[in-house]
């Protein structure tokens, strides 16, 4: 499948834009940090471009550098964020790079009706993009099937989590009722305690019995 195919690494072409600045950390991180990214070491590309960063909070380079990793770790929304602090560069054709990753990243996420926006946008700054052309028929064919796949994604996982809190619920219900019979005695509890009552009786009985019987004074003799 076409969709998604390109735009994740033009950085170290527009790099001579800025020359004018010094950037010499600074571009040396950016420069380690595409290495890594080419050699799809995300996490340490991501370090490289977050210490450029710290210098340089508003260059567009390293926020789209740091988008475009977090976008290969599957972190989307962080990606989206990144992108739109790119967003002023006043490239046109970088700018068209921006959104089109922003529409890839909105259709992972499952917001195709966003995608699709961004996918415009970039068509509208770049006509002849092939890729955003072929994205936007892509989505506008399989906007119906992807709804309802999405519809029924979230319905599984509402099952799922109705499912889960009922089963929490029974637990608990469990666990009370266990407490609750700690509350009372047991069969053998009240059989013991029965046992016990009669034995008490009986005891009870022959003392009243014995303090009943007269006492027969002995007989004298008659000497």
Known sequence: MKLFCKKYFYLLLILGLFSEISYSSVTGKIKKGNK???????????????????????????????????????????????????????????????????????????????ALQYYKKSLELNPKDEDAKYNIQFILQRIPQLKKQKEQQSKQDKKEKQ???????????????????????????????????QEQEKEAQKKKQKALTPKIPPVEEDW
Do not use: C, W
Not at 58 to 85: C, H, V
Not at 90 to 105: A, H, L, P, V, W
């Open 36 to 114: 890594l990214f080419s050699e799809k070491k995300y996490e340490e590309a991501l370090q490289h471009y977050r210490e450029a960063q710290i210098k340089k909070p508003d260059l567009e380079i390293i926020n789209y550098n740091i988008g475009n990793t977090l976008y290969k770790q599957e972190n989307y929304n962080e990606a989206l964020n990144e992108y739109n602090r790119s967003l002023k560069s006043k490239d046109r054709e970088i700018k068209s790079k921006i959104y089109y990753n922003m529409g890839n990243s909105e259709y992972r996420l499952g917001n195709y009706e966003n």
């Open 163 to 197: 499912k889960g809190q009922q089963k929490q619920q029974e637990q608990k219900e469990q666990a009370s009722q266990k407490e609750e019979k700690k509350k009372y005695m047991t069969k053998e509890d009240v059989e013991r305690l029965l046992q016990m009552i």
